[in-house]
């Protein structure tokens, strides 16, 4: 069972940032595949952003050049940097994890693990 735990989320002006993290528990972090998800009001949970073992990244492009997804293998902690925020990124983060190399990273089903949720709004 791996427990992940999101925070940093908060209220901020269009064009600011903020930083995500998302704490795991096991022992081996460093060998799963992590992803970030969101879900604005009276939408569906959308891909975000995604990080493999081997640090390959990959973005959705709403998002690609103004977010950036890392992880810290020896704090077992994945981390969603966003600059240059939009209202339109207004929406509930979650972390997901999955044990494993995943080929379908965008896709939902691919993650077995998922955060509670940390509310992230931007303001006009």
């Known amino acids: 069972q791996v427990q992940l735990v999101e925070s940093g989320g908060g209220l901020v002006q269009a064009g600011g940032s903020l930083r995500l993290s998302c704490a795991a528990s096991?022992?081996?972090?460093?060998?799963?595949?992590m992803g970030w998800f969101r879900q604005a009001p009276g939408k569906e949970r959308e891909f975000v952003a995604s990080?493999?073992?081997?640090?390959?990244?990959d973005y959705a492009e709403s998002v690609k050049g103004r977010f950036t997804i890392s992880r810290d293998s020896a704090k077992n902690t994945m981390y969603l940097q966003m600059n240059s925020l939009k209202p339109d990124d207004t929406a509930v983060y979650y972390c997901?994890?999955?044990?494993?190399?995943?080929?379908?990273?965008?896709?939902?089903?691919?993650?077995?693990?998922w955060g509670q949720g940390t509310q992230v709004t931007v303001s006009s």
């Open positions: 096991g022992h081996a972090f460093s060998t799963y595949t």
């Open positions: 990080i493999r073992s081997g640090g390959n990244t």
């Open positions: 997901a994890a999955a044990l494993s190399y995943v080929w379908r990273y965008w896709e939902q089903s691919s993650y077995v693990y």
